[in-house]
């Protein structure tokens, strides 16, 4: 096995990962939710619930972003596309592809220009509750570069986002 598939799979295994990771926040928003609101009513409320939920949704936004690039859970508007000639249609496609992984690793690189700046000056989100700065960026660090492996995965042509049988995605 080339180099290059081993980081591929090493980065498929990566984003399953943050999907289980993303699985166990999503429940224990839902858990926090539930006992901020039970709180509420019988007694005091959790003040640093809310602020924490507002975390983690940068977590649940993030860390699966990979897998949804590699699973191809993406809308797209394919009666256009299958309209096109097959060559113009491939052109396209490496575009998006080239077009998706450069935003990817500009704001992938934004994110750890403020994340390391952050570290580095030691700032902390002040809320109900202190948090390193940093530790809001990194998610979105370790999201957007691995979805930026994905779509260079795609552009070197190991897979195709559009290879997707319409028909499998009717159950859903």
Not at 25 to 30: C, N, R
Not at 35 to 43: G, P, T
Request: hydrophobic fraction near 55%.
């Amino acid at each position: 096995m080339r180099p290059i598939d081993r980081l591929f799979d090493a980065s498929g295994r990566i984003a399953q990962a943050l999907v289980v990771i993303t699985k166990l926040l999503l429940a224990a928003i839902v858990l926090l939710v539930c006992a901020d609101v039970a709180a509420r009513n019988l007694a005091r409320p959790l003040v640093w619930s809310v602020s924490l939920t507002e975390y983690l949704l940068v977590y649940i936004t993030f860390l699966p972003m990979p897998a949804l690039v590699r699973g191809k859970g993406h809308v797209c508007a394919d009666f256009i596309r299958t309209t096109l000639p097959q060559r113009l249609r491939q052109v396209i496609e490496r575009g998006v592809y080239v077009l998706c992984l450069a935003i990817c690793l500009y704001l992938g690189w934004i994110a750890l220009g403020s994340a390391l700046t952050s570290l580095k000056s030691g700032a902390y989100e002040v809320r109900t509750f202190d948090m390193p700065r940093w530790l809001i960026f990194a998610p979105m660090v370790v999201g957007l570069w691995l979805s930026a492996l994905e779509f260079l995965r795609y552009l070197l042509g190991r897979d195709s986002i559009y290879a997707v049988d319409v028909r499998e995605m009717e159950g859903f």
